[in-house]
């Protein structure tokens, strides 16, 4: 079983619900079971601000899937609540679910980079994560104490606590 870290984010279509369905839908994977999961924080939006807040969370997983059936398995996810991929990155979405972490692996795939892309410089994925992983360490070394405080609690509003979903 590898330990892994999903982020999960939506600003459309009742964001909490979404996020709440998601947390629903990933504890029905096969080989997998949720072992905890953040509250729930809003934050702005990256990219065009004309969108509305995100409401994001991260879930720690115990998994026997394979990066890339993992991966499929959450596009699913996706697809089933109405998520529409376009060019455009960093635009409104009903539901957001990336790969942040696969246990220690280091992977660059055409599909898959993990650990994921910026981490290190966004607090809706840092300061969620340290809520349910706060001694973790990174496949390179670094801690997410040491990336906490380079990343300032700013923009965030910790919302309700995720329902629980074991």
Partial sequence: MERVYIGLGSNLAEPLQQLRNALLAL??????RVVATSS???????????????VN???ALETELA?????DALQAIELEQ???????????????LDILLFGQHLLNEPRLIVPHYHIQARPFVLYPLAEIAADLHFPDGRTLQQLLAAC???????????PVTR
Avoid at 40 to 54: E, M, V
Avoid at 82 to 96: F, H, I, M, S, Y
């Fill in 27 to 32: 504890t029905q994977l096969p080989h997998t």
């Fill in 82 to 96: 109405g998520r529409v991929r376009k060019d455009e990155r960093w635009g409104p979405r009903t539901l957001d």
């Fill in 57 to 59: 969370a991260v879930a």
């Fill in 67 to 71: 990066p890339l059936e993992l991966l």
């Fill in 40 to 54: 729930f924080y809003a934050s702005d939006p990256l990219g065009p601000a004309d969108q509305p807040r995100y």
């Fill in 152 to 162: 300032p609690f700013v923009g965030l509003e910790r919302l309700a606590p995720a």
